[in-house]
């Protein structure tokens, strides 16, 4: 079963505009993740936030990490029609990935 | 960057044929390696965990004996869907960790598996 659950489950933006996406999970985990699928194809990684670390960037990214609410988010700035796809979180459990039900983002040009 | 190879990246196949697919790690060695399944517009769900040179662990509810998993040397590992039928056809991922255990795990491209 998915650990993780985000939201919003899709999204329609302006090129230009921010992108927020959440996660929520529900067990203790060893760090979180930030998966990116274009239509048909495979994951892109993106970002890796540790357990004992609240914020990351990378680029146009911002991933953030409460791990007392079991909440992490990721924000895409100055967003492109190129980042349209899904945005999926991964909780690290154990040897393996638990995804969560992804966000659809669609950027507009 | 590490790539993972996955094939083929499309079957389309008859009911009652097994269909074959590879999970190959191209720059590193991968001591353990994992398929995914993911219906239209849904997650990842992971199906088994592959280990080289051991028997796969399989997630409860899937079925080892409708998806063979070998994991012969530590670049590839085949998922074979046997006896498929229209109920298999979906999107199966593969994706692979080094022997360190690294992080991330590195996709492959998927397979999009249809069944007549």
């Known amino acids: 079963s998915q650990q993780g659950e985000e939201d919003p489950q899709a999204l329609s933006i302006q090129e230009g505009e921010n992108a927020t996406m959440n996660c929520s999970y529900k067990?203790?985990?060893?760090?979180l993740q930030w998966y990116r699928q274009n239509s048909g194809r495979g994951l892109v990684h993106l970002i890796l936030?540790?357990?004992?670390?609240r914020e990351k960037h990378s680029g146009r990214l911002r991933v953030t990490l409460d791990t007392s609410k079991k909440s992490s988010s990721l924000l895409i700035t100055a967003s492109r029609a190129a980042d349209t796809a899904s945005y999926f979180c991964?909780?690290?459990?154990?040897?393996?990935?638990?995804f969560g039900a992804g966000t659809i983002l669609r950027v507009k040009s | 960057g590490a790539v993972v190879s996955q094939h083929p990246s499309w079957v389309i196949c008859k009911s009652g044929t097994s269909v074959k697919i590879e999970c190959r790690s191209l720059?590193?060695?991968?001591?353990?390696m994992f398929w995914y399944r993911q219906f239209p517009k849904q997650s990842l769900m992971l199906m088994a965990t592959?280990?080289?040179?051991?028997?796969?662990?399989?997630e409860q509810g899937v079925e080892k004996d409708k998806f063979l998993i070998n994991h012969a040397s530590l670049t590839l590992s085949t998922l074979t869907v046997t006896s498929a039928h229209p109920e298999d056809s979906s999107f199966y991922i593969c994706?692979?960790?080094?022997?360190?255990?690294?992080?991330?795990?590195?996709f492959g491209d998927g397979t999009r598996l249809s069944i007549l």
């Open positions: 936030i540790r357990s004992n670390e």
């Open positions: 592959s280990n080289e040179g051991s028997k796969a662990t399989y």
């Open positions: 067990t203790s985990i060893n760090n």
């Open positions: 720059d590193f060695q991968a001591t353990t």
């Open positions: 991964a909780t690290d459990k154990g040897n393996k990935l638990v």
């Open positions: 994706s692979a960790r080094d022997y360190l255990g690294g992080q991330p795990q590195h």
